[in-house]
């Protein structure tokens, strides 16, 4: 599989992981389940094509992976948190948009 295809994957599940992360903040009770089942699998092709990434281009494992391990493990997180502190939605999602964009920083600016 070449880069394109993980970089491709990467980028695309990350939009879905997002997109219904922050969707769980106002979504209605009975679709958890099904939010928790697409933010499941989204975060999961997240970190296969992260690794994916990591090996294609032969980076290895540097400290901004890491970094944006923590950040996938909170945003992974997120979706079932924000279906049951409803009263903490803003705070959240910030602490949302932190991780996301810090991961997005390390992703282009790899400083260390
Ligand atoms: C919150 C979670 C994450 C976000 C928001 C995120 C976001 C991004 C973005 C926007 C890119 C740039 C895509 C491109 O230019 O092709 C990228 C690249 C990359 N990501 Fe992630 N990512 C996350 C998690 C991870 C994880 C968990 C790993 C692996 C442990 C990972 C490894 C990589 C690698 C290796 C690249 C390629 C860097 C390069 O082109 O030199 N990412 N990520």
Do not use: C, D
Not at 39 to 54: C, H, K, Q, W
């Amino acid at each position: 599989m070449s880069p394109i295809f993980y970089q491709i994957l990467h980028v695309s599940s990350l939009i879905v992981l997002l997109g219904y992360t922050f969707y769980a903040f106002a979504a209605p009770a009975e679709t958890r389940k099904k939010v928790l089942m697409i933010t499941g699998v989204a975060s999961l092709l997240m970190l296969v094509s992260g690794i994916g990434l990591l090996h294609k281009l032969q980076l290895g494992f540097p400290g901004w992976a890491m970094a944006k391990l923590v950040a996938w493990l909170g945003l992974s997180a997120l979706a079932g948190v924000a279906f049951k502190r409803r009263a903490q939605a803003n705070v959240l999602m910030m602490v949302g948009f932190v991780l996301a964009i810090g991961a997005v920083t390390m992703a282009y600016l790899k400083p260390f």
